[in-house]
């Protein structure tokens, strides 16, 4: 099993920025597909950006496409996730979360970090 712990939330003005950081322990993350997902207060937890294995191919929520960017450092066993021009509908849990696969053909992952609050005033 892999470990996974989030850092980088925080309370940000709608506007700004923040980048999220995921570290990942054990041999598995270079040949695995992440993911970062979100889940606000009373609402189903939800996928936000996903990236393969080598980091080559990204995929993302509409909500968030041009304003967030998923990236991987297989050498420092870390996802990130930049998030820019936060809204306060971005306002959520993030969790990072590490998929079976080089590339993500279902939604299944398997290991889910604890997630890291991001609160977006208005």
């Known amino acids: 099993q892999v470990q996974l712990v989030e850092s980088g939330g925080g309370l940000v003005q709608a506007g700004g920025s923040l980048r999220l950081s995921c570290a990942a322990s054990?041999?598995?993350?270079?040949?695995?597909?992440m993911g970062w997902f979100r889940q606000a207060p009373g609402k189903e937890r939800e996928f936000v950006a996903g990236v393969t294995a080598s980091g080559t191919t990204r995929n993302y929520a509409d909500s968030v496409k041009g304003r967030f960017t998923i990236s991987r450092d297989n050498a420092k066993n870390t996802v990130y996730l930049q998030m820019n021009s936060l809204k306060p509908e971005d306002t959520a849990v993030y969790y990072c979360a590490r998929h079976r696969l080089r590339v993500p053909i279902d939604t299944r992952y398997d290991d889910w970090g604890q997630g890291t609050q991001v609160t977006v005033s208005s």
């Open positions: 054990g041999r598995t993350f270079s040949s695995s597909a």
